[in-house]
């Protein structure tokens, strides 16, 4: 069966880097797009970017252009999201999830998702 | 930039009630692009509705989706207690790449 499954919690300082990884497995890592969305405490959804496992080719958010680098191993089948100069209003649960591809057609809906990660920043 | 507007911000009904929530967005959407999401605390969301209206494998059928061009609605036709939870619409395909609705959380009265 499909799973992502996220690395742990992690405390930072402001102006840190943090490094969030989704381990997949269950389905070919290279055929869908893993995407990177985040959630504020008792706050809504915020897409924050993708990459295709394939070719490494990323498409980022407006709001996180600069701050956040989206990589992958695909010989371990392990997507990353790395966010630098970290201030508290980066203190939230990072999400890593799937849209399917099949051939040459893509889905655009997450059909599944990592279990989350908590990155709290805070001096 | 495509912006969703979901209504209302919260929806206060009884078990065995109709829930109806709206999804609004700032400029039209393509049905192939919307989809439904359920959260509830603690947990990941989970997918409820793709392309407007179908729903994935193992979604109960109260679960309906409609709509299209800027305005969609999810409907659940009766509700269970496990369906009291936050819901969310998202799109896919415009400027941003995806965005998410500010969701609707809809509580026991």
């Known amino acids: 069966q499909v799973q992502l499954v996220q690395s742990g919690a992690e405390a930072k300082k402001p102006g840190a880097s943090m490094k969030v990884s989704c381990k997949a497995s269950?389905?070919?890592?290279?055929?869908?797009?893993i995407h990177w969305v985040r959630q504020a405490p008792g706050q809504g959804l915020e897409w924050m970017g993708r990459i295709n496992p394939s070719s490494g080719d990323t498409n980022y958010a407006q709001n996180f252009q600069g701050r956040v680098t989206m990589t992958r191993d695909a010989s371990i089948t392990t997507a990353y999201v790395e966010l630098n100069r970290l201030r508290s209003d980066d203190t939230a649960v990072y999400y890593c999830a799937r849209t399917y591809c099949s051939g040459d057609s893509c889905f655009f809906h997450f059909d599944y998702w990592g279990q989350g990660t908590l990155v709290t920043v805070s001096s | 930039e495509v912006v969703l507007t979901q209504s209302p911000g919260t929806l206060s009904l009884s078990p065995g009630e109709r829930a109806t929530l709206s999804c609004r967005a700032s400029q039209s959407v393509s049905s192939s692009y919307l989809a439904w999401y359920q959260q509830k605390a603690g947990q990941a969301p989970r997918l409820l509705i793709y392309g407007a209206s179908s729903r994935p494998a193992g979604i109960p059928d109260r679960f309906r989706g409609s709509g299209s061009g800027r305005d969609f609605t999810l409907t659940i036709s009766r509700l269970e207690p496990e369906d009291f939870a936050v819901y969310y619409c998202q799109q896919y395909g415009s400027s941003p790449l995806v965005s998410f609705g500010g969701g609707t959380k809809v509580e026991i009265k």
């Open positions: 269950g389905y070919t890592f290279t055929d869908s797009y």
